[in-house]
Structure formats: structure tokens, C-alpha cells
């Protein structure tokens, strides 16, 4: 087979390349263009005889090595979404504005794509959001928001929980690019008036990703959102999610139990549902019959039993859970205790031999269990299932590569309980922090074990004051874990002074 090459200039050089789609069939791709020629990187499995191609084709090769397959397809993917990031989306920009003069929308009638970088469509509508979901999984975004409005289309991309503006588009763009999602999520597209739900599955160079899609009419369009669900994500353990020992202890022994509730608290967006995976990836042994009822499914775990709820046609958390408890669990996980029957429903389960795993929406651990006695279990039940409450929130990471030692002033030491004038590293922003002055986040955390002391207490009644004063007189609470993270301990510097202050100011609300 002959090896066809294409020039590229985006830098100002020459830069010799294969196509992607013969890159990733033939395991080759050139990594670097030296001096002395290509620096290039095979695949294990490739040919090297098509090395002789390259050299006959694109002159000298000063170097070459091979890598595993996972390593190729990193570097595959990091390699040509450049391409579809930047050069795909700003064509597609100025072709449909042509498209719209030549009579309407091109290509809505095509499957999804099944590899983004790979995609030799050339219709605009669809250049155009490949280029936006490459680039979101490129900067490790978790959803895409495409905004319309009267004189613009603006997409924003969330990352590391921030919102940030990536595109504005012409306001016509809005009707062509919802209506395209819509057909990918095999939503109906005659339907403008109502919000939908669906979801796509994509392909980024054998990175597999799930992507939730929600519309939502407005006043000048169709708002679309999409969640960016990343497999690779999904199979993260329980000693990588930053718990501190105290807080690992606490959750190891209560997932240790028979039976009991183990419930993992905090708002929105703070990795609740990651760490109810990684609980359950360490009970999945294969010998307990593991069973979930959530909203929605985010990550498929095998050897899991999992169930969405449905409720236009009655499936809610409560009816979920009612019939998942005769399909004989050893452990079951409820996405979210929302209401009393479903919260009566998991102590009952808990009750009966049951390991049950949730999530509730509370400030702090000791707040859910007053939030479960509001909606009218009994005292003596929970304390009797309740095993242990972990409230965790996410921080972004200080970028290592730009933030400096600055004195702390008055107002964040006050907040943080610190020394005014201590030496404290505060973000910059960079190039490879693309200004933000963070990258990636890191998780906090405080443990509540249920002792026989605190189970006492919750029999009685205590008010949350004095649960939390016996539960951590001798542990972290989530105000101490952020303070630990911006000085002090190993971890010390990895946090800033205001990402910690903004925790505790939500505590102090």
C-alpha cells in the first residue's frame, strides 16, 4: 500500500503528515520534524516496513520508536485534534454562512460520527461540532454549553467546575447546530416548544465517550447542553480519589459492613456520584449481586446491575428501589434520596440485610442526618442503619507550572483562620493553565463514622451542633482539609487561598 502524505502550515513550516484515518490504520505517526528529518512513533503492532514509505515519500528520518497501543492513541489524538479544534471550526464558521445564501442546512440527515478526528464529512453543521466536542475533551471540559442569543450563538465550556467563554458564532448558526445534536441524540428535531433529553455515544482516536444531551426553548433559541461522560473516567478507584487517611478509613470499614447506609453528601458538581463508583468498583468481586437505580446512568460498571429512572412512566428512585430489593441485592445504590419514601424504602433495605449506597444534598455530613429525620425516619431507625456520612466538595488545583509565593492578606487569613502576611502560592495564569491559573481539581473531604457514642446521640435527637462536635473532635472537618491543601502537610501549595476561602465560605453561610 503507498503512504500519502499531505503538508500542513498551521505553524508558518512545512510539517509532514499522513491523513488521520491512514496514521491510525498504518500505526504511524510523525511525532516532530528535526533538522536532520521526521522523528516518528510506531504503533507495536505496525509494519516497520513502512518506514521505507515515509523516507521515499518525505525525505530523511532522524529517529523512530515504538509504543503500546493506548500510548499511540494518546498521542494520535493529541496530535490531530489541533487540526479539528482550530482549523475545523473556523472553516466551518465562514462555510455556513455560506450554506445559509445556498439554501439551508447540509448533512442533518447523517448517523452520528463514529470518530471525530476521523470524520471525512465535509458538511459545515457538522465540521463545526465535531471541532466543539474535540475541543472540549481536549481540555477536559465536562459540558458544553451552546447559548443562543439575539445577535449571537456563544458556546461556553465548564472546566474545573468555571464556565469560559470558547466561541462566539452568528446568531443563524443556532437553529443549524441544535437541530444536528438533536438528530445525534435521535431527539426530535420538529420539536422546538419542549425541553428534551438524550444521549450520544463518540469516539475520540479509541477514547470513548458518552455525551447527555438537554434542549431547552428560550426566548431566542434552542439552549443545548451537553455532558461530557468520559469512560476512561469511570474506572477510578478508591485510593485516587484524594481522601485523606482519617476519611479512607471511615468509608473502607463502613463498605466493610453486611449491612447499613452509607451515604456521600455535598452540592451539585461535587463528585458524589465518582466516589459511590469507586465504592462500587471496590465491592464488585463478583460475589455479591450489586444493583443501582440512578438519574441518569452516568458510566456503565461491569458487573453492575444498573437501572434509570423514568418517571413520565412511573420509575421514580422509590419504585426503582422497591423493585431492585426482589431481584435478591446484596448492595444496592440510590442515586439520590430526594423524598421520604424513598428515604424510607433505604432504611428498610438497610434493615434487612441490605448495603445501601446514596447520595443526599446537604452542606456537611452531620446536616444529613437531620435531613433524613425531616423527611420523617425515625430516629432510632437511622441510628440503627446509619454506618457512615462522607462530605466531600471539589477544588481546583493551583497550575504548577505559573503560581507564585505571595503574603497572605488580611481578609483571606480572617476567612482561613491564618496568619496575616504567611507565604501562600496564588494562581497566574500560563499558556499550558490557558490563563486560568488551574488545572484539574482535587477532592475534600470530612468523615463521619457512626460510633456507639453518636449513635446515642441520634436516637436522642441531638441538633447538628452537637453531632458534629462528637463526630470530629479527634477528625478533619472539610474547613480543616482545604486549609491543609493551601499550607502546611504534604499536600501543602497545591490549593490557593481564595479557591479555599470560597469552601469556607459556604461553610460559614
Known amino acids: 500500500m503507498t503512504m500519502t502524505f499531505r503538508v500542513e502550515a498551521a505553524s508558518g513550516m512545512p510539517v509532514w503528515r499522513p491523513d488521520y484515518a491512514l496514521a491510525r490504520e498504518r500505526g504511524i505517526l510523525v511525532e516532530a520534524e528535526e533538522a536532520s528529518g521526521l522523528a516518528l512513533v510506531l504503533r507495536e503492532d505496525a509494519n ?71 470524520s471525512a464529512d465535509d458538511a459545515p453543521v457538522i465540521r463545526l461540532i465535531n471541532g466543539l466536542l474535540a475541543e472540549g475533551l481536549r481540555q477536559g471540559a ?8 439575539e445577535q449571537a450563538l456563544v458556546v461556553r465550556l465548564r472546566r474545573d467546575g468555571q464556565l469560559a467563554e470558547l466561541l ?40 470513548l465517550v458518552d455525551v447527555r444531551v438537554s434542549t431547552l426553548p428560550s426566548r431566542a433559541g434552542e439552549r443545548v447542553v451537553l455532558r461530557l461522560l468520559d469512560k476512561a473516567r469511570a474506572g477510578i478507584g478508591l485510593s485516587s480519589l484524594g481522601l485523606d487517611g482519617a476519611a479512607e ?25 465518582t466516589t459511590l463508583y469507586a465504592a462500587l ?34 420509575l421514580t428512585f422509590a419504585a426503582g428501589l422497591r423493585a431492585i430489593l426482589r431481584q435478591d441485592p446484596d448492595v444496592v445504590m440510590v442515586g439520590e434520596i430526594r423524598d421520604a419514601e424513598t428515604a424510607q424504602i433505604a432504611v428498610q433495605a438497610a434493615l434487612t ?18 435531613r433524613l429525620r425531616d423527611m420523617g425516619v425515625e430516629p432510632f431507625l437511622l441510628a440503627a442503619t446509619l454506618r457512615a456520612v462522607i462530605a466531600q466538595r471539589l477544588l481546583r488545583r493551583l497550575c504548577p507550572d505559573c503560581a507564585r509565593e505571595e503574603p497572605l492578606d ?11 502576611g504567611a507565604m501562600v502560592r496564588r494562581a497566574q495564569g500560563c499558556a499550558d493553565c490557558g490563563q486560568s491559573g488551574h488545572a484539574g481539581r482535587i477532592g475534600v473531604y470530612e468523615a463521619l463514622r457512626v460510633d456507639e457514642g453518636l449513635r446515642r446521640l441520634i436516637h436522642d435527637e441531638a441538633d447538628e451542633a452537637r453531632l458534629a462536635d462528637h463526630a470530629f473532635a479527634h477528625a478533619p472537618r472539610l474547613a480543616d482539609a482545604a486549609r491543609a491543601l493551601v499550607v502546611g502537610g ?11 476561602a470560597r469552601i469556607l465560605r459556604q461553610e460559614q453561610g
Not at 249 to 273: C, E, M, Y
Not at 281 to 310: F, H, S, W
Not at 353 to 370: F, K, Q, S, W, Y
Open 249 to 273: 478509613s471511615v468509608l473502607r470499614q463502613a463498605l466493610a459492613q453486611p449491612n447499613g447506609i452509607v451515604l456521600v453528601t455535598g452540592p451539585t458538581g461535587s463528585g458524589k456520584t
Open 142 to 149: 465536562s459540558d458544553i454549553h451552546l447559548e443562543p442569543y
Open 168 to 207: 462566539r458564532l452568528p446568531a443563524h448558526v443556532a437553529p443549524l447546530v441544535a437541530s444536528r445534536i438533536k438528530v445525534m441524540a435521535r431527539l426530535d428535531i420538529a420539536e422546538r416548544r419542549l425541553p428534551q433529553d438524550g444521549r450520544m455515544a463518540l469516539d475520540l482516536a479509541g477514547r
Open 490 to 500: 504534604a499536600k501543602g501549595g497545591i490549593v490557593g487561598a481564595e479557591e479555599a
Open 410 to 420: 488580611m481578609r483571606l487569613a480572617a476567612i482561613l483562620g491564618l496568619e496575616p
Open 281 to 314: 468498583g471496590l465491592l464488585g468481586d463478583g460475589t455479591r449481586n450489586i444493583l443501582t437505580v440512578e438519574d441518569p446512568v452516568e458510566y456503565a460498571v461491569e458487573g453492575v446491575g444498573q437501572t434509570q429512572v423514568n418517571p413520565r412512566l412511573g
Open 48 to 118: 516497520a516496513l513502512c518506514l521505507l514509505d515515509v523516507r521515499r515519500l518525505a525525505g530523511p528520518i532522524a529517529s523512530w520508536r515504538r509504543v503500546s497501543g493506548p500510548v499511540f492513541e494518546a498521542l494520535l489524538a493529541e496530535t490531530y485534534v489541533e487540526g479539528v479544534r482550530g482549523a475545523q471550526v473556523a472553516a466551518a464558521d465562514a462555510l455556513l454562512q455560506e450554506e445559509l445564501q445556498d439554501g439551508g442546512p447540509a448533512g442533518l440527515d447523517l448517523p452520528s460520527a463514529e470518530d471525530l478526528l476521523g
Open 353 to 370: 440485610g441490605h448495603l445501601v449506597l446514596a447520595t443526599v444534598h446537604t452542606n456537611d455530613a452531620a446536616g444529613a442526618v437531620t
